[in-house]
């Protein structure tokens, strides 16, 4: 089976820019979620989807967002770009079963804003 | 906040088992104990999990004690390309999310 694929892998923009980062999830996965990644916060989850419908949310302000297809690929969208979002963005899906979840993580999106 | 603290390094020799220590001692009687683990430039990997029974798969070993506020995660036999940040991680399924923290550097040394 393919691994979860992310698109693009490097992305280079400029403050007050718009980007767009696309997920291809595991065939039969469901759940997507997406996390940032900085030296200075570590891993934080950003989203989670399923089946279209966002069911948590992080602590990010209103110009991240996300959306999920019916096909279960994930996109994600950063509006007004900052010097801070500078970071790797990682996405993941999931299949629950009975004897647990578990994450499996795409190699990330590199956002550099200049 | 992560509800686990792990020591932020730990060196191992290569072929030597390396043991991971995680503190959970605020655990909850639902919390699952989950290791993933990153290397450099790499998404994170999943490794194991369990509730209150000792686990054991192909890639480790993770020993939950009887109180559960406390696990360790044994990497058999440590090879240089287990050089990674090792996260403990407590998750209920019910919150759709991971909260990692910031980990266990495990350098292995040749």
């Known amino acids: 089976k393919a691994g979860v694929t992310q698109t693009p892998r490097y992305l280079i923009k400029t403050r007050g820019q718009q980007v767009t980062l696309s997920c291809s999830p595991i065939s039969g996965h469901r759940s997507v979620s997406w996390y940032q990644q900085t030296p200075g916060q570590g891993l934080q989850f950003l989203f989670e989807?399923?089946?279209?419908?966002?069911?948590n949310k992080g602590n990010f302000p209103g110009r991240f967002s996300g959306r999920q297809f019916s096909n279960s690929r994930s996109e994600m969208n950063v509006s007004t770009l900052e010097l801070g979002d500078s970071a790797l963005y990682l996405c993941?899906?999931?299949?629950?079963?009975?004897?647990?979840?578990?994450?499996?993580f795409g190699s990330g999106t590199q956002l550099s804003v200049l | 906040d992560a509800k686990t603290t792990q020591p932020p390094s730990m060196d191992c020799a290569e072929g030597r088992a390396a043991n991971l220590p995680c503190n959970h001692s605020?655990?909850?009687?639902?919390?699952?104990v989950y290791w993933y683990r990153q290397i450099h430039s790499q998404g994170p990997q999943y490794i194991i999990h369990g509730l209150k029974n000792n686990e054991t798969n192909e890639m480790a070993s993770l020993i939950i004690t009887e109180d559960r506020k406390s696990s360790t995660l044994i990497l058999p036999h440590a090879t240089l390309r287990d050089t990674a940040v090792y996260y403990c991680i407590l998750d209920t399924l019910s919150n759709y999310k991971l909260t990692f923290g910031k980990g266990t550097l495990l350098t292995v040394n040749p």
């Open positions: 989807y399923f089946s279209e419908t966002q069911r």
């Open positions: 993941a899906s999931s299949l629950r079963t009975q004897k647990g979840e578990k994450l499996f």
């Open positions: 605020t655990i909850s009687g639902n919390e699952y």
